[in-house]
């Protein structure tokens, strides 16, 4: 089993910037693709973006894109999120998610395990 622990929320003001980071406890996190996701109150949790497995290759949600950035560094078994230009709208509980398969996926079915999620807070 692979265990995910993300780090970084917390509270910034419009237009500041955090980042996210997600560690894992197996080496196997460095053959399968990444995804973040997110979840506001009384909303479905929602795609935010993926990164393939080695990379070289990101998409993001419309909502988040040009703002956000997937990077990856498998040497440290991590996965980050850099979030420039927050805005109130991006307020969730944000999640790293491991993928069963190589490439982004934006479906949640296709991902293994989950993180326990880290608070993102963006005051106006």
């Known amino acids: 089993q692979v265990q995910l622990v993300e780090s970084g929320g917390g509270l910034v003001q419009a237009g500041g910037s955090l980042r996210l980071s997600c560690v894992a406890s197996a080496r196997t996190f460095r053959t399968y693709a990444m995804g973040w996701f997110r979840q506001a109150p009384g909303k479905e949790r929602e795609f935010v973006g993926g990164i393939s497995w080695n990379g070289g290759y990101t998409y993001y949600a419309d909502s988040v894109k040009g703002r956000f950035t997937i990077s990856r560094d498998n040497a440290k078994n991590t996965v980050y999120l850099q979030m420039n230009s927050l805005k109130p709208e991006d307020t969730a509980v944000y999640y790293c998610?491991?993928?069963?398969?190589?490439?982004?996926?934006?479906?949640?079915?296709?991902?293994?395990?989950w993180g326990q999620g880290t608070q993102v807070t963006v005051s106006s």
């Open positions: 998610a491991l993928s069963s398969l190589q490439g982004p996926s934006g479906t949640e079915d296709n991902y293994r395990y």
